[in-house]
């Protein structure tokens, strides 16, 4: 057995949502011998503007026995069920990304196959009007899903969307109530081991001196232990993903808010659009090279439902990820471990799936070198299915009208997404050679919503002498009876968790 090899003492730096979420998980998880303390300046001000998340978030707060009533009244928060995306395959197309299946698979073929046969014979209804969360979103309703796996009303998901200061806020009283130690300050150096290279502890601008054993960077953009101290190095992936700028405005909310984000494309990039219970998050994601900030800022002012509340924040990235999220004693977490633009709300999820894997491979003090490079191997692995998921919706444009259209679906795309875009160009299928965040609703949706129509459908369509039309025409009657019947999202909000 040797010596004890137990991790006592662990430092997280930096807040947000971040920090507090690691220091919320961390403290539920290591509940005996385990000090946690969490430094943060109140001077740095934090990413978080109004953030959506996808599903997974679910799990987390249940993981912290979190009431999602309590939650969503303590962040302001709304219910999504999918992003509606307008003017990203051509310029007049919309489509929607549900959470959840298209239906329900009733034949060994899926569904999209006897949709796209029904299409094929004159059938106009489109593949949107088969999924559940879609006929409730455009009609504003919400509902919970319900247990019963025969009704229509178990085959749709939901996420939220919520401000991530409150949020951190929120997570931060849950940490310290388990004994989460919160310090006030900016760090001003840190100290390595001579011999190893290891981070030893921070010295404050104060000069006070804190150490331990694991830390935890969630220090954003500048990765201030990751990148600052041990010179981990970056992979720019920003020639696939060449928008590097966001300016964010929230507004004021003209009427209940929507059960979905939109994304918006516009000139050089696109808009988002975040409603929460008390207002609504916007933001302009671009390209510097075809688009002056001044001209965003103007674009973006010009499209919001209400009056801004607040100045413009700027923010500034390269899409991309560390060579290593865990480097030595030192784990990233957030904005610190790479940058996925937020198109498909992957930010908070990424915090999560780290998190996750701190728990799932936390390491004893000899930092065993095969838990750490199980870690960075899954980790660079969910990164680049997500990337290539991000990339897909730009790749498959067909807008011209501008340069960043015009690059983007011209440019050579990574071999792992070449290989799904050609599969599903052939015969409609979805392929996955790995386990991916988004399961296949989420790559058709894609596909299908910006043009990616297959040449040929599965062959085994012709053996199974299926004619699907009446059973896909009854799915979609029971999909709007049952959004008729459910409650607007905004009396379910009043109602549920009013803030």
């Known amino acids: 057995m040797g010596e004890d090899q137990t991790i006592r003492k662990i430092l997280i730096v930096g807040g947000g949502s971040a920090g507090w979420m690691t220091a919320a998980m961390l403290s539920n998880a290591l509940q005996r011998d385990a000090q946690i303390t969490l430094i943060e300046s109140e001077e740095i001000g934090t990413v978080g503007v109004g953030e959506a998340t996808i599903p997974p978030i679910r799990l987390f707060n249940q993981t912290l026995g979190i009431d999602e009533r309590e939650f969503m ?9 999918g992003i509606e995306f307008v003017g990203w395959g051509a310029e007049a197309s919309r489509y929607f990304h549900p959470f959840g299946p298209y239906g329900r698979d009733f034949d060994m073929v899926p569904l999209h196959q006897h949709w796209l046969k029904a299409r094929a014979q004159g059938e106009t209804a489109p593949l949107d009007d088969h999924s559940m969360a879609w006929a409730l979103a455009k009609a504003g309703k919400f509902t919970h899903p319900a247990g019963d796996p025969r009704s229509v009303l178990s085959t749709f998901d939901y996420a939220y969307h919520f401000d991530a200061g409150l949020y951190a806020r929120f997570l931060r009283e849950k940490a310290e109530a388990r004994g989460v130690r919160r310090i006030e300050g900016k760090i001003a150096d840190v100290n390595l081991y001579g ?3 290891y981070v030893r502890g921070v010295t404050l601008e104060d000069g006070r001196q804190f150490e331990a054993e694991l830390f935890i960077d969630c220090s954003g953009f500048r990765g201030l232990l990751i990148e600052g101290a041990l010179k981990t190095g970056y992979d720019d992936w920003s020639h696939w993903l060449p928008c590097d700028r966001a300016v964010a405005m929230p507004c004021e909310k003209a009427s209940d808010p929507t059960p979905y984000t939109r994304s918006t494309a516009r000139e050089a990039g696109w808009q988002w659009r975040i409603p ?4 609504t998050g916007n933001g ?10 001044t001209r965003a800022v103007d674009l973006l002012s010009q499209r919001l439902d209400g009056k801004a509340l607040g100045d413009p924040r700027h923010l500034r990235f390269t899409a991309g990820r560390r060579r290593q999220h865990w480097n030595k004693n030192v784990i990233a977490v957030g904005l610190s471990s790479g940058f996925l633009e937020p198109l498909e709300s992957t930010s908070i999820h990424l915090i999560q799936a780290n998190i996750s894997k701190i728990i799932g491979l936390f390491p004893g003090r000899d930092f065993d070198p095969a838990t750490r490079d199980e870690f960075n191997r899954i980790a660079h692995g969910e990164m680049e299915r997500i990337r290539d998921f991000i990339i897909l919706h730009y790749k498959l444009t067909q807008r011209q009208d501008s340069e960043l259209w015009r690059y983007v679906s011209a440019m050579e795309v990574p071999d792992t997404l070449a290989l799904k875009i050609e599969h599903f160009r052939r015969h409609g299928r979805l392929i ?8 296949a609703p989420s790559w058709l949706a894609v596909h299908i919503g910006q043009g990616n129509m297959p040449q040929a459908l599965d062959p085994l369509l012709e053996h199974r002498g299926v004619d699907a039309r009446e059973w896909l025409g009854k799915l979609r009657g029971a999909m709007v009876a049952e959004a008729a019947r459910a409650p607007s999202h905004g009396d379910v909000l009043r109602q549920h968790c009013p803030a």
């Open 284 to 293: 302009y994601v671009y390209c510097s090279q075809f688009m002056e900030d």
């Open 195 to 197: 011999e190893t290279g």
């Open 276 to 279: 929460l219970q008390h207002r």
């Open 73 to 81: 009244a303590r962040t302001q928060g709304s219910f999504k069920l």
């Open 432 to 439: 996955a050679r790995d386990l991916d965040l988004f399961a």
